[in-house]
């Protein structure tokens, strides 16, 4: 944000100094006959008494003159000019020839030198001194407060813009993050407040929407249980009756496809609940090995019959603070997604750096295409090689975990993997 008003203030430092010199120039050029006059009017009184002075004395004479009166006019340097020699054109020296002084003006505007012809072909040239260095030093000193009573005002008319700005920014950060009731608190007066209501008004919007989808899916799902506990009671009651090796199979397989169904179902109640800005974490400060051991032990079996070797390499404090239940359905979703594509090896390594737990999933499988990776925690997406449901589930797995790990203030990132294949960090902020 200090950029911008950086960038105002170059605009209009660069505005004042264009129209400094573009200003004068115009006025100048079309008031120059008046300013000419006036410059003359301050030189009369001077160019009375030397003309007075010098009118009736030779050359030489005049040349003698010179350096007292040039003494006595010290603000003033006073020179005798051959008319032969000096620049001028026709209008000029037909008017100088007249006995009427010339003046000539400066960028500013102001008479630089006064010329009065003085007779035997001689001009007396008046002009005025340099700046002394102090008084120089005053005009510039004057234009650096001018500049800085600029900034300031620049400045007070940017700080309550950028402190707005700066709660728009946050706000909108904060609905990324999945806080929907943020929002800005920018009142109605402020230059913004018009920009700040709209954008409260989307944020109401877009909370009732994802409430409405989320009451939508949790009300169907839980609607979904009671004709599937049906079904499964029925099959059970089916499958007691005597009957072909045909009709069993098919029993079978319907008993097979209610059982995804309430998997789905319940995966969706997760999924929406997780998504619920009422649930109330309960972190917990626990031992972190032994906490992944409880956590990963389940696995056991499965990794012992699909000879998959799992290493767990704990890198990090002993003591961590975070939600038991969350962290571990996302490492358990997080480790099975790497059992179905892994080719014999996982690796869970835990670290902590700079008040960050940091818990890394890698398998050693073909990984994920470039072009998948930026959907693959979307919701009921799956990968074209996971089409099958025997190995790709619902598309729910990665999005579950990601929002385990939001809901903590945490991220869960694809990353490459050491081993080769997919690799996922999960980072959670710790107490100080």
């Not at 009375?48 to 603000?75: H, I, N, V």
């Not at 950028?162 to 909108?172: H, I, S």
């Not at 496809?257 to 999924?271: G, I, P, R, T």
């Not at 902590?352 to 925690?377: A, C, Q, W």
Request: hydrophobic fraction near 40%; proline fraction near 4%.
């Amino acid at each position: 944000m200090p950029r911008i008003l950086i960038r105002l203030f170059l605009i209009l430092l660069i505005s004042y100094a264009a129209a400094s010199y573009a200003a004068p120039y115009l006025v100048i050029h079309l008031f120059k006959h008046r300013l000419e006059s006036y410059g003359i009017e301050q030189y009369q009184g001077i160019l009375y008494l030397l003309e007075d002075r010098l009118a009736g004395l030779t050359p030489d004479e005049r040349s003698e003159q010179m350096p007292e009166l040039a003494a006595k006019f010290s603000a003033e340097q006073l020179h005798m000019l051959p008319i032969d020699q000096v620049d001028t054109d026709e209008r000029e020296r037909h008017r100088l020839m007249q006995g009427k002084p010339i003046a000539y003006l400066d960028s500013d505007g102001l008479p630089e030198k006064v010329r009065l012809y003085i007779g035997d072909g001689q001009l007396l040239e008046i002009s005025a001194d340099a700046l002394p260095l102090d008084i120089d030093l005053i005009y510039w000193l004057t234009n650096l407060l001018i500049g800085a009573v600029l900034m300031g005002g620049v400045f007070l008319w940017w700080r309550p813009h950028w402190q707005d700005l700066e709660r728009l920014k946050a706000t909108a950060h904060r609905l990324g993050q999945g806080h929907l009731d943020a929002r800005t608190q920018i009142p109605v007066h402020s230059n913004l407040g018009e920009l700040a209501f709209v954008f409260d008004g989307m944020a109401d919007e877009l909370e009732g929407l994802l409430a409405r989808q989320r009451d939508l899916i949790n009300a169907v799902s839980h609607e979904l249980r009671t004709p599937l506990s049906r079904l499964e009671f029925g099959l059970a009651l089916i499958s007691e009756t005597p009957m072909t090796a045909s009709a069993e199979k098919r029993i079978e397989e319907m008993k097979s496809h209610v059982s995804e169904l309430n998997a789905l179902v319940l995966e969706l109640l997760s999924y929406t609940r997780l998504q619920s800005p009422r649930q109330v974490l309960e972190k917990t400060t626990l031992p972190l090995e032994e906490y992944l051991d409880s956590v990963l032990g389940a696995f056991a079996e499965v990794l012992e019959e699909r000879n998959i070797r799992l290493d767990i390499r704990v890198e990090a404090t002993s003591l961590v603070t975070l939600e038991p239940r969350l962290t571990a359905r996302a490492l358990q979703n997080l480790v099975s997604n790497a059992m179905r594509y892994c080719q014999q090896q996982i690796l869970v390594t835990a670290t902590y750096t700079r008040g960050m737990l940091h818990i890394s999933v890698e398998d050693d499988g073909i990984g994920i295409p470039d072009e998948e990776k930026t959907n693959i925690f979307t919701p009921f997406y799956r990968l074209d090689r996971s089409r099958d449901r025997a190995t790709g589930g619902f598309g729910l797995g990665l999005a579950i975990s990601r929002e385990a790990i939001t809901a903590q203030d945490g991220s869960l990132t694809l990353e490459d993997a050491t081993l080769g294949g997919a690799g996922f960090h999960i980072r959670l902020p710790q107490p100080g």
